[in-house]
C-alpha cells in the first residue's frame, strides 16, 4: 500500500507554467504505474498522463500533449507534472494515481490516490 501527497497547485496566468509534485510514502512506490488525472468543476475526473516504473512508457492525454511533462524520481518516491502554456480549461483538481489494475484512462482502474491539489489558470 502507498500513500500519496501532492503539492505545487496555485493560481497562474494564462500561458504560465506549475509544477505538480505527489510524494509517496512506503518502499513500494518504485514498482508502481503512476499518473495524473483531473477533475474540472461540473466534471468528471480525466485522465493527464501516466509513466511506468523505471520512468518510460509515458503516455498523455490529446488535450495535454506538448505542454505537460510526466516524470518521477524514484530515490525521493516523487511522481512530478511539468504544466506549461497553461490555458484556463486546464483549470481543475489534480490527483496522483498509483497502482492501475485496468486501463490507464479510466479512474477507476487505479488504486491509491492523493487528496488532490488545485490549479486555477485566470488573468
Known amino acids: 500500500q502507498v500513500q500519496l501527497v501532492e503539492s505545487g497547485g496555485g493560481l497562474v496566468q494564462p500561458g504560465g507554467s506549475l509544477r505538480l509534485s505527489c510524494t509517496g510514502s512506503?518502499?513500494?512506490?518504485?514498482?508502481?504505474?503512476m499518473g495524473w488525472f483531473r477533475r474540472a468543476p461540473g466534471k468528471e475526473r480525466e485522465y493527464v498522463s501516466s509513466?511506468?516504473?523505471?520512468?518510460?512508457?509515458?503516455n498523455y492525454a490529446d488535450s495535454v500533449k506538448g505542454r505537460f511533462t510526466i516524470s518521477r524520481d524514484n530515490a525521493k518516491n516523487t511522481l512530478y507534472l511539468q504544466m506549461n502554456n497553461l490555458r484556463p480549461e486546464d483549470t481543475a483538481v489534480y490527483y496522483c494515481?498509483?497502482?492501475?489494475?485496468?486501463?490507464?484512462?479510466?479512474?477507476?482502474?487505479?488504486?491509491?490516490w492523493g487528496q488532490g491539489t488545485q490549479v486555477t489558470v485566470s488573468s
Open positions: 509513466i511506468g516504473q523505471s520512468g518510460g512508457n509515458s
Open positions: 512506503g518502499r513500494t512506490f518504485s514498482t508502481y504505474t
Open positions: 494515481g498509483a497502482y492501475p489494475t485496468g486501463r490507464l484512462f479510466i479512474a477507476s482502474s487505479w488504486n491509491y
